[in-house]
Every structure is written in structure tokens, then in C-alpha cells.
């Protein structure tokens, strides 16, 4: 009887389910089954792990605090509402740069720029954001002794630095791929 209830089952499910194509439906869409895992998620540092840069997540001090290495000042300044970066940019020059998104909370936080032509690229500087007394509250190198410049693949403009070549496709959900870039590789939609 139960194996007549199990072949039922698997035979009055509808067949088109198993065509239709795989899409992203979001959280929400599993939060009411899912109620326990949801709030432990919500809590988690994998929620708050890559958020659009704002005062309630931006972290590290952007009251023109200054990070000094190799001959660069890199500053870290507001205008306005926007978060900005005045760093070495591609060309060797220094250019201010509106910070995208935050990586992290604990124990540091990186900045991810969005740079002209669409695609974004993980600055090499973070903030510490653990207590003053445990050594934390700075900027410091996530290349710590490297003078990386404008054309390493390591400085924080080159292709092992850029979000959508090299960190994308593992550490996102629902990302769409929508053009390519000579020397970079794919860009991924904003």
C-alpha cells in the first residue's frame, strides 16, 4: 500500500514542472517554511555580507581620514550621502572614486568601487572594524609590505582585483552577465 501511495505521488505531480527553466525566486520566497533558518540568516555576517554602501553600513571612517603606503595618500572623504575614495587609479593618477558596496562586517570590511564602463573593482585598503583596545578602528593593506602599482594584475584596479572577473560568480546570488570587457571578462549588471 505505502509503495501505491509513493508511486501516486511521484505520478500526479505535473511533468512541466521539471521543463520549466531554473530561475531565482529570493529569500522571501522560502522564508515561510523556513522560518528558523531565515532568522538565523538574517542575523548572520553572510546577510550583511555585500550591501549597497549607506550610513547604516559603511563602516570605516570617511571624515577625510587619510591611508599613506608606497608614496600614495589614499583619502577617505563623504560627498553628500555618497562614500568616495581618492586613490591611484588605473592610470597611475589620483582620481576620487564613489564607493559601491561594502564586503563584511567582521572583523574588516572592504569597499567595492564601481569603476567607468560598468564593472567593479575590490579596493586593496579595508577597515579594521574591530575595537580601538583590540587594535582594530584603521585602514590598513590587505597587501601589507607590496607597493602594488597602476598595471599589477594585484593592484586593487587590476584584473585580480575585479569583482566581476574574479569573485562574482561564487560569492553572489542571481547575477546576470549582460556585456564583456577587453582584458577584464565578463561585467555583470548593476
Known amino acids: 500500500?505505502?509503495?501505491i501511495l509513493v508511486l501516486s505521488t511521484l505520478v500526479s505531480r505535473s511533468p512541466a514542472s521539471a521543463d520549466e527553466p531554473t530561475h531565482y525566486v529570493g529569500s522571501t520566497a522560502c522564508a515561510a517554511c523556513h522560518q528558523a533558518e531565515t532568522t538565523a540568516w538574517q542575523t548572520s555576517h553572510h546577510a550583511a555580507a555585500m550591501q549597497p554602501a549607506t550610513a547604516a553600513t559603511v563602516l570605516g571612517d570617511f571624515n577625510?581620514?587619510?591611508?599613506?603606503?608606497?608614496?600614495?595618500?589614499?583619502?577617505?572623504?563623504?560627498?553628500?550621502?555618497?562614500?568616495?575614495?581618492?586613490?591611484?587609479?588605473?592610470?597611475?593618477?589620483?582620481?576620487?572614486?564613489?564607493?559601491a558596496y561594502t564586503f563584511g562586517v567582521a572583523p574588516l570590511q572592504q569597499y567595492l568601487i564601481k569603476m567607468p564602463g560598468g564593472h567593479y573593482q575590490a579596493l586593496g585598503i579595508a577597515w579594521d572594524s574591530r575595537a580601538k583596545e583590540a587594535g582594530g578602528q584603521r585602514w590598513y593593506s590587505l597587501h601589507p609590505g607590496q607597493f602594488l602599482t597602476a598595471g599589477d594584475r594585484l593592484h586593487w584596479t587590476g584584473r585580480d582585483q575585479n569583482w566581476n572577473y574574479m569573485c562574482a560568480d561564487c560569492h553572489s546570488t542571481d547575477v546576470r552577465k549582460n556585456c564583456n570587457s577587453p582584458g577584464i571578462g565578463p561585467l555583470i549588471g548593476a
Open 1 to 3: 500500500m505505502a509503495a
Open 64 to 99: 577625510d581620514a587619510t591611508f599613506a603606503q608606497g608614496g600614495v595618500t589614499t583619502t577617505f572623504h563623504r560627498s553628500g550621502d555618497t562614500y568616495m575614495v581618492r586613490s591611484d587609479g588605473p592610470d597611475g593618477a589620483m582620481h576620487d572614486y564613489p564607493i
